[in-house]
Each structure stands twice: as C-alpha cells, then as structure tokens.
C-alpha cells in the first residue's frame, strides 16, 4: 500500500516537471548566445574589445565591460540598432559612436535586444567569469536541479512543497554572488545542508563548471 503510495508521487513528480520544462531561456543566457554569433568577433568573448578582428579595426572596439555601465537601456538599444550615433542628451547632440560598431537594425527582435542588452549588463557587473558552456549547464539544470530550485531558478521547484526546504534562489545575485566559482562548484559536488544533494560521482567537473556558468546567467 506504501509502495503504491509512493508510485504515484513519483509519477505526480515527473508529470509536473516533464510539463515544466519549457520554460523561457533566462535573458542573460539567451543574450550571451547572440552575443557570441554577433559580437564577440570584435569585442571580444569577455567584452574587453579584444575579439580576433579587433586587431584589423581602425577603431578599437569598445571595452563594454566598463563603457556599458554609464549607458541607458534605451542609449543601448540606440547604439545596437544603429540610431545611436547621434544622440541627444538635454540640448546637446553627441556623436557618441563612429561608423565602426555595425547597424543591426532589423536584425533583431525587440526581445533579442532586452536579452544582448541582460548580457552586456552581465559582462559589465559581474566579478566571476563563466567557466563552463551555460548551454550544456541549462541541459543538466533542467534534468536534475529544476525539481528543487524551480523551473525559473528561483528555489521554488515542486520538491520544496513536499519536503518543506528552501533551495538557494540562483536567480538573486546577491546570493550567488557570496560565493566564488570554486565554492559553488565544492557546494554542487559535496552538497549542502540536509538536503541540497552532493553530485559528486552523478555529475563530471567540466558539468558542474557549466553549472555554475548557467547559475550565474540566472542571476542576472
Ligand atoms: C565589426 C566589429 C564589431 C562588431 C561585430 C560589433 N561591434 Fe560593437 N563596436 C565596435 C566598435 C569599433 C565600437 C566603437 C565605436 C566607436 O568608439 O566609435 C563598438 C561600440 C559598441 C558599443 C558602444 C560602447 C559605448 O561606448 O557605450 C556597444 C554597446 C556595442 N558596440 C555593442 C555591440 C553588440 C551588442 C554587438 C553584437 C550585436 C556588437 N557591438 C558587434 C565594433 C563592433
Ligand atoms: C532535493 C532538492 C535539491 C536538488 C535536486 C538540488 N538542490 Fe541545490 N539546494 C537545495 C537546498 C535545500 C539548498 C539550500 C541548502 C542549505 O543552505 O542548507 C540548495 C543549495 C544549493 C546551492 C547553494 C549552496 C551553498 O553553498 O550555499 C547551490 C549552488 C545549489 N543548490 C545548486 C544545485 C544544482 C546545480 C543542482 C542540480 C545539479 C541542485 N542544486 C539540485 C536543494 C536541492
């Protein structure tokens, strides 16, 4: 009779997160995949305008992990679109960019832009890189981490209401960014607590590393 009982949760569980899954990509993620067909060519993986065709510009590409912090989201919008090499602040116009960054006007969709723009904040704000592929990290995200730390990475997974627990908000930076890359990767591979499972032996180093990357997307 328990046996069945526990069946049938078990297949309550895979029912709620197999419907689940489908989630949208957070935009922070989403944006470093256009950032890496799009941009990274001149300003580099890290933003530092350092891309394998920065060398062959007359310009320098912009460094965007110090530029883009003193920047609007509308003046980003501007410069990737294209309108913003002039731009009007008070009564002033300023040329704020040459002809050097390319016009990518109907390339994008407004939400593709939000999303490179969550992406360019992320370069800018963050003090950890990423150290694995955060497209292999969503894939193991979503197959073994969503049931307790919730489909959007909040901590409300459907294990929570069972197990009354409360898993780490990876969407909230000022959680995530109390530990360094090194300490969530320990974290993630020993486990945490009662019961943050350790994924040591279920999991390699280089997943975790991906991981963590993912995890940090999430924040932002
Ligand atoms: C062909 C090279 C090239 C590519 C590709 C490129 N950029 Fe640029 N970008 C530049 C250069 C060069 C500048 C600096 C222009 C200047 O200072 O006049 C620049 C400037 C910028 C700035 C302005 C920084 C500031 O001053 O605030 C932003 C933002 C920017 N790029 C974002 C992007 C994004 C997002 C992409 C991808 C969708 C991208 N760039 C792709 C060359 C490039
Ligand atoms: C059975 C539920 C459960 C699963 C599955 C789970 N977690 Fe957790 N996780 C938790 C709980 C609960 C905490 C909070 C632990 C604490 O602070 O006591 C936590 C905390 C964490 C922390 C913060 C650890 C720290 O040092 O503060 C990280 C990072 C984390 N989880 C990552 C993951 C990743 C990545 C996965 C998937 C591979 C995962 N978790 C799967 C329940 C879970």
Redesign the pocket.
């Known amino acids: 009779m328990k046996k069945i009982g526990c069946n049938a949760i078990l297949l309550f569980l895979l029912t709620i997160t197999v419907a689940e899954v489908s989630a949208n990509p957070p935009p922070a993620y989403e944006g470093r995949g ?2 890496v067909s ?2 990274q ?3 580099g993986l890290r933003g530092k305008g350092d891309g394998p ?1 920065a060398k062959a ?1 007359k ?4 460094d ?1 992990t110090t ?2 912090r003193s ?1 609007s989201d509308t003046i ?1 919008t501007k ?2 679109t294209g309108e913003g090499r002039q731009t009007i602040t008070g009564r002033d116009r300023h040329n ?3 002809d ?3 016009e ?1 006007k109907d390339l994008f969709s407004p939400s593709q832009i939000r999303s ?1 723009i969550a992406y ?1 904040r992320f370069l800018g704000n963050t003090k950890y890189a990423l150290m694995g592929d955060p497209k292999v990290g969503m894939e193991i995200y979503q197959a073994y981490c969503q049931v307790c730390h919730g489909v959007e990475g909040e901590g409300d997974g459907i294990m929570t209401q069972l197990m009354g627990m409360m898993p780490m908000d990876h969407t909230n930076p000022n959680e995530t960014n109390r530990l360094t890359n090194p300490e969530l990767v320990t974290s993630i591979l020993d486990g945490k607590g009662r019961f943050m499972p350790a994924w040591r032996g279920i999991l390699s180093q280089g997943e975790v590393e991906a991981l963590v990357s993912y995890i940090r997307l999430l924040a932002h």
């Open positions: 256009l950032y799009y941009c060519l001149c300003h065709l510009m310009i320098t590409p912009a965007l530029t883009v920047r980003l410069i990737i704020l960019l040459s050097a960054m390319p990518w490179l360019l």
